[in-house]
């Protein structure tokens, strides 16, 4: 099956504690994307990449971080430093400038 | 810095009547214009792209249109149905600040009663 696959569906997270998620993606595109929904306030970028081993901030960086060392794989890493890390994450890739592309997402709840 | 808006932010209808959906932007400046259905607790399944270079798009009972110059886009949706019912959001992409993005609107939710 060709697409991107996000894991875990649902992840729960102490306080102080850092978690990582997971996106992969077979399509062979050169950009994936980070965003966060929350309820009321649509989706916001936290990281895109590009290239392999390059990647750029976007609106809501802050407590977050990536790295791009496959082209297929874009982890997501929620660090303690994020204050408020619920939410709804979703994966996303494209290539040049056709469509994005969506992951089924990842719910995350501090406990 | 970009703004994307979708009016109405919710609408009910019949089954079987047509209806738009509306999304305005706006910084013209965009590359293209994508529109989006999700439903409750899913990713985003893409229905839409329309180039910066095209008026509309059409596929099955959904018609797309762009009007870069005004900043809208609207979303027809035909004949609908209750398997229609979902949020639809619309986004632009853009190069912004040295970030190259896609811009959301909050979305519409739609729904479509038997």
């Known amino acids: 099956d060709g697409g991107i696959t996000q894991s875990p569906k649902y992840l729960f997270r102490k306080e102080g504690q850092n978690v990582t998620l997971s996106c992969e993606q077979n399509?062979?595109?050169?950009?994936m994307y980070w965003y966060r929904q929350d309820p009321g306030q649509g989706l916001r970028l936290i990281y895109y990449?590009?290239?392999?081993?390059?990647?750029q901030k976007g609106d809501i960086a802050e407590g977050y971080s990536v790295s791009r060392e496959k082209k297929e794989s874009f982890p997501l890493t929620v660090t303690s430093a994020q204050k408020n890390p619920t939410a709804f994450y979703l994966c996303?890739?494209?290539?040049?400038?056709?469509?994005?592309?969506f992951g089924q997402g990842t719910r995350l709840t501090v406990v | 810095k970009q703004e994307v808006t979708q009016i109405p932010a919710a609408l009910s209808v019949p089954e079987g009547e047509n209806l738009v959906l509306n999304c305005s932007f706006t910084?013209?400046?965009?590359?293209?214009l994508q529109w989006f259905r999700q439903d409750p607790g899913k990713g985003l399944t893409s229905l839409l792209l329309i180039q910066s270079s095209q008026r509309e798009q059409t596929s099955g009972r959904l018609n797309a249109s762009l009007d870069k110059s005004s900043g809208r886009s609207t979303l027809y949706i035909a004949a609908s149905q209750p398997g229609d019912s979902a949020t639809y959001l619309c986004a632009v992409r853009l190069r912004e600040g040295g970030s190259e993005k896609l811009v959301f609107g909050k979305g519409t939710k739609l729904t479509v009663n038997p």
């Open positions: 399509l062979n595109h050169d950009a």
């Open positions: 990449s590009q290239i392999v081993n390059d990647f």
């Open positions: 996303a890739t494209r290539w040049g400038n056709t469509e994005a592309f």
């Open positions: 910084d013209s400046a965009i590359y293209n």
